[in-house]
């Protein structure tokens, strides 16, 4: 077991490792480039005369294919990291918080190449990849002993349930951190009109379909975390400082697709509601660091 | 100055009407359900952050914030008034868009509108046209095998020299947002439902061997036949159970186990594990010789201030004037070794003997440790410790909500993904017959449907391989760059 153990680390160490870099080069692309061009005068009189113009470029293609490519062993060591610890532990790695961001970092992998391979667009790879690395620095820095694989606690005992819950949540915040980085672009191409960007449209459709996706698994994992309540506890809802913040970004996504769908705002309004949404996002999932309550088990 | 008058041709609604026709306006305003989405997402906040030290961090920052801090943590935010009532108002507006919507939406799937406008087809941000040399009717089937092998549904109507259509799919799916809707009407039935006829008791603790009754109108009661805690080699704790039988009437009708996340059910009611911890079994006679107290105590409902850690409990003889403190050995390794003043070995329990009432000053507390099987005269009473035991803390809930919170689930789920995975799609087309031929031009109802847009440049682009031409399709520019301002907030023509 401990040379699976280690083997998962391993595999997070490289995962780590290739997301990192994998950010910088779609940072590169999406960039873009600045040539800057001299040109030198002479005059009747023999003066001479130099002035600078700067062109702004797209990004170098190969730093985009890079980023993808990084990505995909970004996502496979991820991957190999949650087998092996899964192999170990005869259970999904979704216990504590070095699992359940172990499993984090696989799933904004998967779910950014799957927007990139529909869109065929390289730029969100520039924020997406960014958080992935991000939370690998997180997973590096938690205490070491959270490596070690413990047993379950008895609340945790819930098999199908907890995987399910646990899983579902996992993949709805990876979605919205998709929505996310194309609110921020969206907000940059609007500000800028940076025009390698992808066109607003584009961007808004990402983040709409991204949030179409997010929102029906936050739904499940509220919908399946009160059927393992009601087992548990005996209460399928105990407005538990984990559930209402959940709750609560579940209703800013809402809000989202209300005025999105109702009252046919698009643009910068928008774009605006999801880095909220995803503000919340965030605030949910490191909730176990100030929250009390019934998911403080979450071992932070 | 001259005066116009001018007469209302229309008779004057009753303030009723009028006053009707407001609250309507209200729980049908888009802007009104966002507004109290907002407003509940806000209030969430709050509740959430109370369960947090947010607040008091904030009140360090700026201490002038402490008292606002300190009403904030007194407010329970999810059982106050206004909460209750926003869920009711937005449970309220929810039912009445739903009603407000349905018309519109099912004239949408049964009857569509097939007439179009060439000026709307003019005006359009996205279209596709090419002309046709063959007939009207080649061109007609051509069209509606290309939308029909999509899952369109395809529609014509012949108006004057042109041939209107319209196609659509994924009907059906514009239903989603009623089941979604419905569902969360039912949560909040379900909750109601669930506190009106249900009951949840969180602390039904039952010592070993003994037997509780569990009332709210039941005639149920508990045995605690055996509580087991099993521990894994690095100390953590991997099973709670309790072995019970459960009694009707005095007659027992079911035994089991109660594990966490493994709850027994018996007609309305379910037992969930809780907690569970030690008892101490005592005896207590009077002065008198008359016994006072003879049940198993159990342990960690009461804290003393002498070993906060340590199990204790507390009983109260009224008829004595007198309350019994009883405190166990502080065996938990977790626990501050400095805490434990009182050092008992097992076999050991500490008692106080205190007034009930502080101010009565002729009972002064009296202490004692009491060994196992040894009476001992404590004051005016003689106590006797029998044995430690286990007691388990059960709940004891019956919930009739939940059926109505699991339909209430797969509606909200299937409502979804049916409202987010099978779009409505629709296309708008007129075909002219003229001395040249046939001129189509069509146009996608996909102002913010990107997905929509691409399916349907590449049917256009379909048409144009089908019958042999280029279509002229006009895309939206690279940019994309669409204005975020009011004037784009009117939706699709037939969407509101």
């Known amino acids: ?300 | 100055m001259a005066q116009v008058t001018v007469a209302n041709g229309t008779p004057s609604r009753s303030p009723v009407e009028i006053m009707i026709d407001r609250i309507w306006r209200f729980f049908t305003s888009v802007r009104v359900a966002v507004l109290e989405i907002t407003l509940l997402a806000l209030m969430v906040l709050l509740g959430t952050l109370r369960g947090s030290d947010a607040p008091q961090w904030m009140a360090n920052a700026a201490p002038a914030l402490q008292p606002l801090v300190d009403s904030w943590y007194a407010w329970d935010v999810f059982g106050s008034p206004i909460f209750a009532i926003l869920l009711a108002v937005i449970a309220v507006a929810i039912a009445v868009c739903t009603v407000n919507r349905l018309p519109a939406i099912w004239g949408t799937i049964s009857a569509p509108r097939i007439r179009t406008s060439k000026g709307y087809i003019e005006r359009a941000e996205v279209k596709a046209s090419f002309t046709h040399a063959g007939t009207l009717d080649e061109l007609r089937q051509g069209m509606e095998s290309i939308f029909t092998s999509r899952r369109y549904r395809f529609f014509t109507e012949q108006v004057g020299n042109d041939l209107h259509f319209y196609a659509d799919k994924n009907r059906w799916a514009k239903l989603g947002t009623f089941p979604f809707h419905l569902a969360l009407i039912l949560l909040l039935v379900g909750g109601i439902v669930a506190s009106v006829y249900g009951f949840r008791d969180t602390n039904f603790a039952v010592a070993e061997g003994e037997t509780q009754s569990v009332g709210h109108g039941t005639d149920l009661s508990v045995e605690l036949v055996r509580f087991t805690d099993d521990y894994t080699q690095e100390g953590i704790a991997s099973n709670y159970e309790s072995e019970v039988v459960i009694y009707d009437n005095g007659q027992p009708v079911e035994e089991g186990s109660i594990s966490v996340n493994g709850p027994l059910n018996h007609g309305v009611a379910t037992f969930y594990q809780g907690g569970f911890g030690i008892s101490v079994d005592l005896l207590i006679d009077g002065a008198s010789g008359r016994t006072l107290y003879d049940e198993s105590l159990e342990m960690g409902f009461f804290n003393f201030r002498g070993n906060p850690d340590a199990p204790a409990g507390l009983i109260r003889l009224p008829s004595e004037g007198v309350q019994v403190a009883v405190v166990a050995p502080d065996t938990d390794r977790a626990n501050r070794p400095d805490l434990d003043t009182l050092q008992l070995q097992s076999g050991q329990v500490w008692v106080q003997v205190a007034p009930l009432s502080t101010s009565d000053p002729d009972i002064e507390p009296v202490t004692a440790v009491l060994d196992q099987g040894t009476p001992l005269e404590v004051g005016d009473l003689t106590l006797l410790f029998e044995r430690e035991s286990r007691f388990t803390v059960l709940q004891v809930a019956y919930n009739p909500g939940i059926p109505i919170f699991f339909i209430a689930s797969v509606l909200l789920v299937g409502g979804l993904a049916a409202t987010f995975y099978f779009p409505l799609r629709r296309v708008r087309g007129i075909i002219h017959h003229g001395a040249g031929g046939n001129t189509l031009t069509m146009t996608p109802l996909a102002k913010r449907d990107w997905g929509g847009k691409k399916e349907f440049f590449s049917m256009a682009e379909r048409a144009g391989e089908r019958f042999h031409t280029t279509p002229t399709i006009k895309r939206p520019d690279h940019e994309g760059n669409w204005h975020d301002d009011a004037s784009q907030e009117s939706d699709d023509e037939e969407t509101r």
């Open chain 1, 1 to 300: 077991m401990e040379t699976l153990v280690q083997m998962s680390f391993y595999s997070f160490a490289a995962s780590s490792l290739a997301l990192g870099v994998a950010s910088l080069s779609y940072m590169l692309y999406a960039v873009g480039r600045v040539r800057v061009r001299r040109a030198t005068m002479t005059t009747s009189t023999g003066t001479t005369v130099t002035s600078s113009t700067a062109d702004f470029l797209p990004g170098n293609i190969g730093a985009g294919q890079f980023g993808t490519l990084l990505t995909w062993f970004g996502g496979v060591f991820a991957f190999l990291a949650v087998l092996f610890r899964t192999i170990a532990a005869e259970r999904l790695p979704l216990s504590n918080m070095y699992e359940f961001s172990l499993m984090f970092v696989l799933a904004i992998s998967i779910m950014y190449l799957i927007f990139e391979r529909i869109y065929g667009i390289r730029h969100l790879g520039a924020i997406v990849a960014t958080i992935g690395f991000g939370m690998t620095l997180y997973i590096w820095s938690l205490p070491a002993d959270l490596r070690e694989i413990t047993p379950l606690i008895p609340a945790l005992q819930a098999g199908p349930i907890m995987t399910a819950h646990v899983s579902s949540a996992i993949f709805a915040y990876a979605t919205f951190a998709v929505s996310f980085a194309a609110a921020i672009l969206y907000l940059v191409k609007s500000k800028r009109n940076i025009r390698w960007l992808p066109s607003l449209e584009m961007l808004d459709d990402v983040a709409f379909r991204a949030v179409t996706i997010g929102f029906p698994l936050l739904s499940l994992v509220l919908i399946l975390g009160s059927v393992w309540a009601h087992d548990a506890w005996g209460v399928y809802w105990s407005w538990d400082p984990k559930e209402t913040a959940a709750l609560f970004t579940w209703l800013v996504y809402a809000v989202y697709l209300h005025t999105r769908t109702l009252r046919g705002w698009r643009g910068n309004r928008s774009a605006i509601i999801l880095l909220i949404g995803f503000a919340a996002v965030i605030f949910t999932y490191y909730g176990n660091y100030f929250f009390g309550g019934l998911h403080s088990y979450g071992g932070v």
